[in-house]
C-alpha cells in the first residue's frame, strides 16, 4: 500500500460518534420546540457547521451572538454525552496512524467540528501523538461548511499536496 498523503475526516471517521451527536441534537432541538429524524439529521446536518445549521434551523435573522450561545450549547451536550462514553478512537485507527507515520506519509484532519470540539478531542484522545493541533482544518469561522471543498483544499495545502493531482492510493 502507497500513499502520497491522506485528509481524515473526523466526526464518524476516526470517532464514531454520530449517535452521540445525534443525540445532543434531539435534546438541543426539543429544548427549542423542534426535532428532526436521523434521517434528517444525516442528510441535513451532519458535516456541516453550525453558523449554517442555526441558520437552517432558526432563519437567516439569528444573530452571531445567538449562533455562539447555540454552538456552545449543542457542543456542551455533546461533550456531555462523551464523557458518559468510554471515548476512544475507532478500532485500527491508531495502528493506521502509526503506520502512515512511520512510513512519513504526510496526513490532517479536514473537520467541520468548531475549536470547542477540536479543544475538547485533543484533551481527551491522544490525537497529539500523530496530529500537530495547529495543522487541523477545522471550522474556525471562516472555513465553509461541506460538501463545499474549500476544507479539503486547505488540508491538502497543509500536508504540501498539489489540489490538482488526486493523492494516490496503491493497494497490493
Not at 485528509?7 to 452521540?20: E, P
Not at 468510554?86 to 468548531?114: E, H, N, W, Y
Not at 488540508?155 to 490538482?164: G, R, T, V, W
Request: aromatic residues 14%.
Amino acid at each position: 500500500m502507497s500513499f502520497s498523503g491522506v485528509i481524515f475526516d473526523f466526526n464518524g471517521t476516526l470517532f464514531w460518534d454520530t449517535k452521540l451527536h445525534n443525540r445532543a441534537w434531539d435534546i438541543f432541538l426539543a429544548r427549542h420546540g423542534s426535532h428532526l429524524s436521523d434521517e434528517d439529521k444525516f442528510s441535513k446536518m451532519h458535516g456541516k457547521n453550525n453558523r449554517d445549521l442555526f441558520i437552517s434551523l432558526f432563519g437567516s435573522r439569528i444573530t452571531d451572538e445567538q449562533i455562539n450561545r447555540y454552538t456552545l450549547e449543542k457542543e456542551g451536550l455533546y461533550q456531555e454525552l462523551c464523557l458518559q462514553t468510554d471515548m476512544q478512537l475507532a478500532r485500527g485507527v491508531t495502528d493506521f496512524l502509526d503506520f502512515l507515520k512511520d512510513k512519513k506519509i504526510p496526513f490532517t484532519i479536514a473537520t467541520a467540528s468548531g475549536k470547542e470540539n477540536l479543544d475538547f478531542y485533543f484533551k481527551r484522545l491522544p490525537l497529539a501523538k500523530w496530529f500537530e493541533y495547529d495543522k487541523v482544518v477545522y471550522n474556525n469561522g471562516k472555513i465553509k461548511g461541506k460538501p463545499d471543498p474549500q476544507i479539503y483544499r486547505t488540508a491538502l495545502s497543509i500536508i504540501d499536496k498539489n489540489p490538482k493531482k488526486p493523492l494516490s492510493l496503491k493497494m497490493r
